[in-house]
């Protein structure tokens, strides 16, 4: 009787539960399921559609222009053939533009869409394209890392508060305006002074840096502090001021930091002043930008990271060779400055007319190994992104403020 009641159940909720599995969004794991069942019929119409849907339709998977979805270490991808295969031709696969990847895809029951799910390890990084028959389709960078726990949101950590400011009009950078934010923990207590952490290119880090700040202040591996996310400078039209305020060798971007911004923020909140109590952050020439900062005045900020800095010559000048380049020797022949420095960069990162990012970083490591900086480099095979040095944000963060207390 129980088994009748089983069989009974299972029918009437079967076209529900079906129903109710299209209104769950595919992801990496769902989609190497779905594609494990075999699905064939109605159902596999069904799953196609979803795939065509979740890679951005038809034609963008037919032209193999996809990009792969990432969860940590799952990948999918998925490409449509615009023609049926021969009876004897091999699957579509997906294969690492050097030899280290390669993928079949699996067609999903007998429409043109084919599919394929891999767990790659941390830090795996690959550029990858579509093999079809003697034709290469699509292809981009990937690189797959585990998430940090610290990266999380967990149930009972106090939460801080972001809060969008008005544009800043410079007079220091005349002409620009900028988006800025800042952070406030719930730890901060009016009137004792907090200390500070300033991003740059500050949009990109406002939507997770503070989830974990959160963690880490909570649990008291890092200060109660205050981040400021601030925006390249734009002029009137939309021209970005960026590389000007990032890439220059020079105390200019400090002194828009010390001068306007930071006394500012200081009108409502109470900031420690000490080096000691503030780092500053960015990536590529944001990154040089981070290191320049701390360079050109080390008494006010002591802390650096830098994510794929751009070491290279960018700023290059009338003379062609003002960059950022020269810091791997002006580290080694300029006296030692108080910093503590955390250095991120990829085997895969850029080469191209300013210089080579991978040359670049190891060598301004070695200077600042040469000269007995307080510093660490992390080198991995990743690309120009921030994929790498966000994975290990929460352990630099410790690294960077191990000696708070």
Wanted: glycine share 10%; with cysteine.
């Amino acid at each position: 009787m129980r088994g009748l009641l089983l069989v009974v159940a299972a029918c009437l909720l079967g076209p529900w539960a079906t129903a109710r599995a299209q209104d769950v969004p595919l992801t990496p794991q769902a989609l190497d399921a779905a594609l494990s069942a075999s699905p064939e019929g109605p159902d596999a119409e069904r799953l196609a559609e979803r795939v065509r849907a979740w890679f951005g339709g038809r034609d963008v998977l037919v032209a193999g222009g996809g990009s792969p979805k990432i969860d940590g270490l799952q990948v999918a991808w998925a490409l449509e053939l615009d023609a049926p295969l021969a009876a004897d031709a091999p699957a579509p696969s997906v294969d690492s533009d050097a030899v280290h990847f390669t993928r079949r895809l699996t067609r999903i029951g007998s429409t043109q869409v084919y599919a394929a799910v891999a767990t790659l390890s941390h830090g795996d990084a690959f550029s990858w394209h579509f093999t079809h028959g003697t034709r290469r389709l699509g292809g981009s960078q990937l690189e797959v890392y585990e998430t940090h726990a610290d990266s999380l949101e967990h149930p009972g950590v106090p939460r801080g508060v972001v809060t969008a400011q008005a544009p800043w009009a410079s007079t220091i950078f005349a002409g620009t305006t900028r988006d800025w934010w800042v952070y406030v923990p719930a730890q901060y207590v009016a009137g004792t002074p907090a200390a500070v952490m300033v991003f740059q290119d500050g949009a990109s880090y406002r939507t997770w840096v503070p989830t974990v700040l959160d963690n880490l202040i909570a649990r008291g591996d890092m200060p109660v502090t205050v981040a400021i996310f601030v925006q390249p400078g734009l002029f009137a039209g939309g021209r970005s001021n960026r590389s000007a305020e990032y890439d220059t060798l020079s105390d200019t971007y400090a002194r828009f930091l010390l001068e306007e911004i930071l006394p500012h923020v200081e009108t409502t909140l109470s900031l420690r002043h000490d080096a000691a109590g503030r780092a500053i952050v960015g990536a590529s020439s944001g990154g040089i930008c981070a290191f320049t900062v701390a360079w050109e005045r080390p008494e006010a900020f002591g802390k650096v990271v830098s994510w794929i800095g751009s070491f290279t010559n960018i700023a290059s000048g009338p003379s062609l060779r003002a960059g950022g380049h020269n810091y791997q020797a002006l580290v080694r022949k300029t006296p030692k400055k108080p910093l503590r420095i955390f250095l991120q960069d990829g085997s895969n990162d850029l080469d191209n007319v300013h210089g080579n990012w991978p040359l670049a970083n190891q060598t301004l490591a070695g200077s600042l190994a040469y000269a007995g900086y307080d510093y660490r480099f992390e080198y991995g095979r990743g690309f120009h992104n921030h994929r790498h040095g966000r994975a290990i944000f929460p352990d630099t963060l410790r690294w960077l403020w191990r000696d708070w207390r």
